[in-house]
């Protein structure tokens, strides 16, 4: 199937613990986002990549880094994690001259204990 | 810093009734605004968007208005289903920047 996903679907950890999510997106889209949802349900942007580079960086801690091997995978990496990091993260992509038109990915529930 | 809003409470209405979701911006009118349906647990997925020189567009049983006098946009679905329940977001789009600015959202309920 073309999509857009996301693991884990659901990463439970430990305050200052170092964790990852991936994503793919085989819509053979230049862009690719990484979002986070918090839980009054407001979607923030956070990272914006075009062909492996770095096209928006939202005020994000220094503790995340999201990293794009080749375009069609944006990773997120997440150092000393907070409980306020707690969140749903989600991957998004959108092909060009579409006026962003966003396609999401599944999900990603972050509890940070 | 640009603000939007929708409506904060849930819509609920009856099955085949119009749902009228409200988006309301401040500042100054973007180059894009999206329209997006959240289920719960799911991603946000694409419905529509209507560009800044469009009034109206349509697909199927949506309907979407952009008022850049009023800073509106208006999402309508006719005949509604209960199938249509889930989380609408609007989605601001201005060309400086090349992100989206969403809304919170708002909750639609159609009862059988």
């Known amino acids: 199937d073309t999509a857009v996903s996301q693991t884990p679907k659901y990463l439970v950890t430990q305050m200052g613990n ?19 949802q918090d839980s009054k349900k407001f979607l923030k942007i956070m990272f914006s990549y075009n062909n492996k580079e770095l096209i928006i960086n939202e005020t994000v801690p220094n503790r995340f880094s999201p990293k794009s ?45 | 810093s640009q603000k939007i809003e929708q409506n904060s409470e849930a819509l609920n209405i009856q099955e085949g009734k119009t749902a009228t979701l409200t988006c309301n911006y401040t500042n100054y009118s973007p180059a894009y605004l999206q329209w997006y349906r959240q289920d719960p ?17 349509r697909k199927e049983r949506l309907k979407v208005t952009f008022d850049t006098t009023l800073k509106q946009s208006l999402f309508h679905i006719t005949a509604s289903q209960p199938a249509d329940s889930a989380t609408y977001l609007c989605a601001l789009v201005y060309n400086q920047g090349g992100k989206l600015i969403f809304g919170q959202g708002t909750e639609l309920s159609v009862k059988p």
């Open chain 1, 69 to 113: 091997p080749d375009k069609a995978h944006l990773n997120l990496h997440i150092n000393s994690l907070e409980l306020g990091d707690s969140a749903v993260y989600f991957c998004a992509s959108s092909p060009r001259d579409r006026g962003l038109e966003q396609y999401f990915g599944p999900g990603t529930r972050l509890t940070v204990t």
């Open chain 2, 41 to 57: 647990g799911r991603g946000p997925v694409f419905l529509l968007l209507i560009r800044e020189n469009e009034k109206e567009k």
């Open chain 1, 18 to 36: 170092d964790k990852s999510i991936k994503c793919e997106q085989n819509l053979g889209h230049d862009t690719m986002y990484w979002y986070k």
